[in-house]
């Protein structure tokens, strides 16, 4: 499998499967690429994608930061690899805080980044992330093209 390389997409021809890294979303510290598409049937997966921003620190503020900084960066992954934010067909949201508490404040942010064919979408409260202070992510999964 190719070693992830920040905005390259490199093509693995004996799986079928291309890797995408954004070049304008920071750069992960493990082993990991931000999306995978499978070549043959269009189908793009992504990792699940943080608030941080492009120059790696976590976005400063509380969830709806980092929110709109996940947001971004996944339009950014899905750009690097040909597909919108209209091409996402299922969406998982991560988050480190109950969605009660920031509902009012975290839909809107949602409704600018999924305007229309909105997608599957599944929310998971979770006890914490691979970061201490992340409290945001979100995973999707787009068919190119």
Same mark, same amino acid.
């Given at each position: 499998?190719?070693?992830?390389?920040?905005?390259?997409?490199?093509t693995?021809?004996?799986?079928?499967?291309?890797?995408?890294?954004? @070049? %304008?979303?920071?750069? @992960?510290?493990?082993?990991?690429?931000?999306? !995978?598409?499978?070549?043959?049937?269009?189908?793009? !997966?992504?990792?699940? !994608?943080?608030? *941080?921003?492009?120059?790696?620190s976590?976005?400063?503020? %509380? $969830?709806?930061?980092?929110?709109?900084?996940?947001?971004?960066?996944?339009? #950014? !992954?899905?750009?690097?690899?040909?597909?919108?934010?209209?091409?996402? $067909?299922?969406?998982?949201? *991560?988050?480190?805080? @109950? *969605?009660?508490?920031?509902?009012?404040?975290?839909?809107? $942010?949602?409704?600018? /980044?999924?305007?229309? %064919? /909105?997608? #599957?979408?599944?929310?998971?409260?979770?006890?914490g *992330?691979?970061? @201490?202070?992340?409290?945001?992510?979100?995973?999707?999964? #787009?068919?190119?093209?």
């Amino acid at each position: 499998t190719p070693k992830p390389v920040k905005g390259e997409a490199v093509t693995d021809a004996a799986s079928n499967r291309t890797f995408f890294n954004a @070049p %304008d979303s920071h750069q @992960p510290r493990w082993a990991f690429n931000e999306a !995978v598409r499978v070549d043959a049937g269009r189908l793009l !997966v992504t990792s699940a !994608v943080t608030g *941080f921003e492009a120059d790696g620190s976590l976005a400063a503020g %509380d $969830i709806v930061r980092q929110a709109e900084a996940a947001f971004s960066n996944l339009e #950014a !992954v899905l750009r690097s690899a040909g597909a919108t934010m209209r091409d996402v $067909i299922k969406v998982t949201v *991560f988050l480190a805080e @109950p *969605f009660a508490v920031h509902r009012e404040r975290l839909q809107p $942010i949602r409704a600018r /980044y999924l305007t229309a %064919d /909105y997608p #599957a979408s599944t929310l998971v409260q979770v006890s914490g *992330f691979s970061h @201490p202070d992340c409290l945001f992510q979100i995973e999707a999964m #787009a068919v190119v093209g």
